[in-house]
């Protein structure tokens, strides 16, 4: 960093699209994206437009969406970091390509059930552990590491877009199709990116083994959760994490079924609400990485999480204000997408600079054990609380829990913190 300045002098992030193997990567996590947002948006409308699900079994198709941390984080951050990376990847999305493609066939055979649904769900969210803790290790072994956080916002930025892009269409596919065919759409993304996988040649990508010491699997995963746990950026990252998702999965298992259900949407309308979002997800997403350089990482990830839990109060004003349903979540969308991918971009590549190469499998897996499996718990909260008071009160409760993080991060010593301090750097 200058003197001067305290900026970092490269502020050009095109390197990183000078790399072979980043660029595969990139144009695979393009298709796997797009394939997993057009499943994301298929599955409510299936389950409830089709199928007439419960709020209560939305929950729990919800829940199995994201339980996969909950089942096999710890594990999967051992095996990664033992395993070759590149076939965990291309395994991860041959596993949710045949997920996937079960759905229609299904449909087209009259037997497809929502605990179906909840099958592939869990499926799906198990093979997806298994490709992000294998994508966060093999990304510093396509780019130097300083450039991994410009390679996170080139990531997130060409998600966003997709999201913008993936719901509409999908929204105005199903005036046309049936809903579970656009599983079978997602099924062929998922091929492509297996495609493009295969070409990768991350350097260093070789199996564990050979050091002559026997290897406990509770001493590794001990190993990484302690890690976790004791550097004081990455414990005040997951703190913040948890709780925010905590909240966040009952407002998310809770929208859907208020959209769809109590106020009758059109299927292209919740299109177009989440492709409000991510269009500001976007626009976020050009704009953050700027930022981040200018104010320092730590500055704006404090930035966005704040706003964060402002934005998702709309949500519950929108079932309060059920005329203005509709201009209340378009607005709830926009700030929840800029403070989503504002958050993500600016946090992009943090625990990578913080975490030895050697753990950073198991790291990436238990911040997603803590992480990820607060949101399916908060949708099963979700669900219960809908269904013993109202689908309004869990999401007055959801937007409550996502206001906790603001105490954790007004109290803590990083807030006043610019950058992230060179002696926590490996």
């Not at 291309?90 to 390509?97: E, R």
């Not at 099963?380 to 206001?403: D, Y």
Request: charged share 15%; glycine share 10%; net charge positive.
């Amino acid at each position: 960093m200058t003197a001067a300045t305290g900026q970092d002098p490269v502020t050009d992030d095109s390197e990183v699209l000078r790399a072979p193997g980043f660029r595969r990567l990139w144009a695979a996590n393009t298709f796997r994206f797009a394939a997993s947002e057009v499943a994301g948006f298929a599955l409510p409308v299936t389950a409830l437009v089709l199928l007439h699900a419960s709020p209560l079994a939305m929950s729990v198709v919800f829940v199995c969406g994201r339980a996969g941390y909950l089942t096999v984080g710890l594990p999967a951050g051992v095996w990664v970091d033992r395993l070759r990376k590149k076939p965990v990847l291309v395994g991860a999305d041959v596993a949710c390509a045949a997920a996937f493609a079960s759905i229609p066939v299904a449909h087209g055979l009259g037997v497809l059930t929502v605990a179906q649904l909840a099958v592939v769900a869990l499926v799906v969210s198990v093979a997806g552990v298994f490709f992000d803790v294998a994508h966060s290790s093999v990304l510093p072994r396509l780019l130097p590491r300083r450039r991994v956080a410009d390679g996170n916002a080139r990531l997130q930025s060409s998600e966003t877009a997709l999201r913008a892009v993936s719901p509409g269409v999908a929204g105005a596919l199903t005036q046309g199709v049936a809903a579970p065919v656009l599983y079978g759409v997602a099924a062929l993304g998922q091929l492509v990116s297996v495609l493009l996988l295969r070409r990768l040649e991350p350097q260093g990508d070789v199996a564990r083994g050979g050091d002559g010491q026997e290897r406990r699997f509770g001493r590794e995963v001990a190993e990484g959760l302690g890690l976790l746990f004791r550097q004081p950026l990455l414990r005040l990252l997951l703190q913040q994490a948890a709780l925010n998702n905590l909240g966040a999965g009952v407002v998310l298992a809770m929208l859907p079924v208020f959209l769809l259900d109590q106020l009758g949407l059109a299927a292209w309308m919740f299109g177009l609400l989440s492709s409000l979002g991510a269009l500001a997800g976007f626009a976020t997403s050009l704009l953050a990485p700027r930022l981040r350089r200018l104010y320092g990482e730590i500055r704006m990830t404090l930035l966005f999480s704040v706003l964060a839990p402002l934005a998702v109060v709309a949500a519950p004003l929108a079932e309060v204000f059920r005329g203005a349903a509709v201009p209340l979540m378009a607005s709830a969308e926009v700030l929840i997408g800029v403070a989503v991918v504002g958050r993500a971009v600016s946090t992009a590549g943090l625990r990578a600079r913080v975490t030895p190469d050697a753990y950073l499998g198991r790291v990436t897996a238990a911040h997603g054990v803590v992480v990820q499996g607060a949101t399916p718990l908060g949708a099963l909260a979700g669900g219960l609380v809908a269904g013993h008071w109202s689908t309004g009160a869990a999401l007055w409760t959801g937007a409550l829990v996502m206001a906790v993080p603001l105490v954790l991060l007004l109290l803590s010593p990083l807030r006043a913190q610019r950058r992230l301090p060179a002696r926590w750097e490996v």
